[in-house]
């Protein structure tokens, strides 16, 4: 394997300095395109000839839920997926090198909903750049990184450089809720000595990520009018009173998890969101069921199947002891993540060689943080045992109004991508033997 010399590198960071305006361009026509989840078909086409373009082996297809369903990994399906493809380019070496190593770069294309658009300075679709930043839905989360990873590797073919190791472009659907697009590339085959995962963590590492399980609970009321409410039985009343039971579950769950190795200096890593809520269908009507949607995440000491078991009970007690949801009936169910921690273990080859560049890119040292929110890490690093870093530019605002990453941050995670590949899978002047 043939590591880049000083001039192959300096000819790297300048192709992708050369190449920057038409990547913000690139990324602001992405950024257009609302792949909102069971919509990102129009994106990941986008993608797909991107990589084409880039003399990529490209190979696209459409979840199947049935086929995710075997494996551990993936987690629970309650939409269509009809609309929402995986893509992967591969660049394949026509002759490997003795020792050279191989290396994923994934990015997932799926944003979540806007929100409220009036609340947006202008629409969440428009890329629009001011004072160094691109605002938009998805621009930081995470379709800069996403872009970053296809120019990084543009970059050594404009230096006329290629690889001496093969090289995956994973652009993945349902990271933000299940994880499955993901999954569904490593069920596929796709694997490789490293992974690198381009999430927008203001450049620095992610040492260790949480679980996530989203799940739904169901109550049950009696409808009845509302001027004799008391003949019938408000679920909605119900469901805030479980949401009750539920935090407290919450505050035992961050009590427990002090004194973790990764997560027990977090002042309260245990989260529990009620993302959604439904319920009645008219104001004068005692709403008979409502219906709610929980994002938690999870104990490492307890993991997902132990904190499954948790919940479930404490839906269960809750429909027979409190006095509120007894009334009426409670169910819950698995609606999207089923995940445990992942951590990345400190001294591998693949994160010294991230750290370098860093350094050198930056001028800084690599700092590293524990992640209450989910990543794809975990993935690969959990079930084949791959060193999975996740990397990325600065962003802000990430599921909130105004989302913007920041874009001389995107350009020199870029050079670090683009050296990586280079130093990690080694590289020879384009159509040499």
Not at 127 to 144: N, P
Not at 167 to 191: D, F, I, K, W
Not at 293 to 321: D, H, K, N
Request: hydrophobic residues 40%.
């Amino acid at each position: 394997m043939s590591q880049p010399t000083q001039a192959q590198e300096t000819a790297i960071r300048e192709a992708v300095a050369e190449a920057f305006d038409q990547q913000v361009e690139f990324l602001q026509r992405l950024v257009s395109e609302p792949s909102r989840r069971t919509e990102e078909r129009a994106a990941q086409d986008m993608m797909a000839a991107a990589f084409q373009d880039a003399g990529l082996s490209v190979d696209q297809w459409t979840l199947d839920a049935a086929e995710l369903a075997t494996h551990p990994a993936a987690g629970a399906v309650t939409v269509d997926y009809s609309n929402t493809p995986v893509v992967v380019g591969t660049y394949e070496p026509s002759a490997p090198a003795d020792g050279a190593r191989s290396l994923i770069l994934n990015g997932h294309v799926d944003v979540v909903p806007e929100g409220r658009e009036d609340t947006w300075t202008t629409s969440p679709w428009d890329g629009r750049i001011e004072d160094g930043w691109m605002y938009g839905r998805g621009a930081g989360d995470m379709k800069a990184g996403l872009v970053a990873n296809l120019f990084a590797f543009k970059a050594l073919q404009a230096a006329g450089l290629e690889p001496t190791g093969r090289v995956h472009l994973q652009s993945v659907p349902e990271e933000e809720c299940t994880g499955n697009g993901t999954v569904a590339a490593m069920q596929r085959g796709y694997t490789a000595d490293a992974v690198l995962i381009s999430e927008p963590i203001a450049e620095t590492l992610v040492r260790a990520n949480l679980g996530v399980i989203w799940f739904d609970v169901d109550v049950t009321g009696t409808a009845a009018h509302a001027h004799e409410m008391a003949k019938g039985f408000n679920a909605l009343d119900a469901a805030y009173s479980l949401i009750g039971d539920l935090r407290e579950l919450e505050d035992r769950w961050n009590q427990i998890t002090v004194g973790d190795p990764n997560f027990g200096d977090l002042e309260h890593p245990i989260n529990l969101n009620v993302g959604v809520l439904q319920a009645g269908e008219w104001p004068s009507s005692v709403p008979d069921r409502c219906t709610f949607t929980v994002r938690v995440s999870v104990p490492p000491s307890l993991g997902s199947a132990a904190a499954w078991q948790e919940l479930e009970e404490c839906v269960e007690r809750a429909g027979r002891e409190n006095p509120v949801v007894s009334q009426g009936k409670v169910s819950v169910s698995k609606s999207g993540f089923f995940s445990d921690q992942y951590v990345l273990e400190p001294g591998t080859e693949a994160e010294g060689l991230l750290s370098e560049l860093h350094a050198s890119v930056t001028g800084a040292p690599l700092e590293s943080y524990p992640s209450p929110a989910y990543v794809d890490s975990r993935v690969y690093g959990t079930f084949q045992g791959i060193p999975s870093m996740v990397y990325g530019p600065l962003a802000e605002t990430l599921h909130g109004k105004d989302e913007r990453v920041n874009l001389e941050s995107v350009k020199r995670c870029t050079e670090i991508y683009a050296l990586y590949i280079a130093r990690w899978c080694g590289v020879r002047e384009a159509g040499q033997k």
